[in-house]
């Protein structure tokens, strides 16, 4: 079979493993992170560029991508049927399965996760850091600029509501997907939580969903397939994204 495969480039090291295992013949595009972070009307916008550039002749497009913030949400399929993980975001497909993380992320509240991916694509990119979220509201500035731009009375303020975002986690979870090249990303997540005075873990990850998703294996319970002529939407339900057929043309 013949698949067209996009993907957030957080995921690269996997679905390049993945599609390199795989019987079917794949064409793949990575896009950048910081599509993540930007509001959900314009990811979608840009998913949607992205899905009516393909041209038919494939019999799936696969989407590496969770819902994100609802950045899916609406994304519709033109001639050929999309298959989507369901995942509310990226952690997911690096635990295996939606059930994994949720137990994980309760019993470890205040976690933040890192990976390969998270460490060397984690940053957006110049042309897409303008439309982010956390830039739009100053999360990235420093104090300097925040007093530059606020005066020395309320930059501090603002610095410490905005900018420190991180301020609720405790925790950084390194989690080992199997494809690192060595140990240094492992360390660099242990350096990062020392300087923050922060607990330490690792844990295996799973390469389950990224390897059902490049060999064609889509069980109902990890991934949605979406027909042509429908859209996806979010369910808001433990099913996380449903199929719907686009409304009649008037």
């Known amino acids: 079979m013949k698949f067209c495969l996009i993907s957030c480039d957080i995921f690269f090291r996997e679905m390049e493993a993945a599609v390199k295992r795989s019987p079917h013949r794949i064409e793949v595009s990575f896009l950048p992170k910081g599509l993540h972070d930007m509001k959900s009307a314009e990811m979608l916008s840009r998913m949607q560029t992205q899905i009516d550039a393909i041209a038919p002749g494939f019999d799936a497009v696969l989407l590496g991508y969770g819902l994100c913030n609802n950045g899916l949400s609406g994304l519709v399929a033109r001639h050929t049927k999309l298959v989507v993980p369901r995942a509310h975001d990226c952690i997911t497909l690096f635990f295996g399965s939606k059930e994994r993380y949720a137990e994980y992320f309760f019993s470890h509240p205040g976690t933040y996760f890192k990976t390969t991916g998270w460490i060397e694509r984690g940053e957006a990119g110049e042309e897409l850091k303008q439309f982010t979220i956390p830039h739009q509201m100053g999360m990235d500035k420093t104090l300097d600029e925040f007093i530059a731009e606020y005066g020395e009375d309320n930059g501090p303020f603002l610095f410490e509501t905005l900018g420190q ?22 360390q660099r997540t ?9 607990e330490f873990e690792k844990v295996r990850g799973d390469m389950s969903l990224f390897e059902s998703l490049a060999n064609g294996n889509w069980p ?3 991934f949605l397939i979406v027909p042509p002529g429908h859209r996806l939407v ?3 339900d433990d099913a996380i994204i449903r199929a719907e057929p686009l409304p009649a043309a008037s």
């Open 220 to 222: 109902e319970k990890d």
């Open 165 to 186: 975002h991180t301020r609720n986690y405790g925790q950084l979870t390194f989690i080992e997907m199997g494809v690192e090249p060595d140990g240094s990303f492992e």
């Open 190 to 198: 242990r350096d990062d939580a020392a300087a923050r005075g922060w």
């Open 234 to 236: 979010a369910s808001h």
